[in-house]
């Protein structure tokens, strides 16, 4: 059974940073990418970042430079540092799952139950 | 990026109803779409991928069709643990992208 379970999330100022985080159960961690998705009720859902199996990394172009995806397989965990954090950025994060082991085809077939990031002053 | 249109944004039906569901793209995505289900509070579930073939364990009362551009989804008889938020994502084209949901509501 395939379980994600993000944490981490709160309430933080602009320009302050924060770290959420994804454990992961149910499958060979290290063998799959994970992404982050977020979703707001204004813009709806928005893909954020991914990290493969082999460590590589990419980014939507709203969080290139602020954002940073990394991976613990000894964990099980992946994570999302957030830095300059800005009002748009306030959102659910959810990390999702790769659909293939071994590949990227930005398909998530499970997803964790999210976690609420605001940026309020 | 690759725009994802879906429509309508809401509909209202009832239990045992036909629903069909419509997302278009901005560009031709072969059959890279994958439709989801979305209750409040909840994580999304995956139910279709490749615009037509069903995830494990979702029952056969939904069905995708399309390619190219304009892909639906159709639940054939709808049930009251149906009633929920639906959107499609297309992952043809980095970044992927998402529509903008359809919230089935009860009539």
């Known amino acids: 059974q395939v379980h994600l379970v993000e944490s981490g999330g709160g309430v933080v100022q602009p320009g302050d940073s924060l770290t959420v985080s994804c454990a992961a159960s149910?499958?060979?961690?290290?063998?799959?990418?994970l992404h982050w998705v977020r979703q707001t009720p204004g813009k709806g859902l928005e893909w954020v970042a991914v990290?493969?199996?082999?460590?590589?990394?990419q980014y939507a172009d709203s969080v290139k430079g602020r954002f940073t995806i990394s991976r613990d397989n000894s964990k099980n965990t992946v994570y999302l540092q957030m830095n300059s954090l800005r009002a748009e950025d306030t959102a659910v994060y959810y990390c999702?799952?790769?659909?293939?082991?071994?590949?990227?085809?930005?398909?998530?077939?499970?997803w964790g139950q999210g976690t609420l990031v605001t940026v309020s002053p | 990026d690759i725009q994802m249109t879906q429509s309508p944004s809401s509909l209202s039906a009832s239990a045992g109803d036909r629903v069909t569901i419509a997302c278009r793209a901005s560009?031709?995505?072969?059959?890279?779409l994958a439709w989801f289900q979305q209750k409040p509070g909840m994580a999304p579930k995956s139910l279709i991928y490749?615009?037509?073939t069903l995830q494990d364990g979702v029952p056969l009362k939904f069905s995708g069709s399309g390619s190219g551009t304009d892909f639906t989804l159709t639940i054939s008889s709808l049930q009251p643990e149906d009633f929920a938020t639906y959107f499609c994502?297309?992952?043809?084209?980095?970044?992927?992208?998402f529509g903008g949901g359809t919230k089935v509501e009860v009539k």
């Open positions: 149910g499958f060979t961690f290290s063998t799959y990418a």
């Open positions: 994502l297309q992952y043809n084209k980095f970044p992927p992208t």
């Open positions: 999702a799952r790769d659909y293939i082991a071994y590949a990227t085809w930005y398909y998530f077939d499970y």
């Open positions: 990290i493969w199996y082999d460590g590589t990394k």
């Open positions: 490749g615009a037509s």
């Open positions: 560009q031709d995505i072969n059959y890279h």
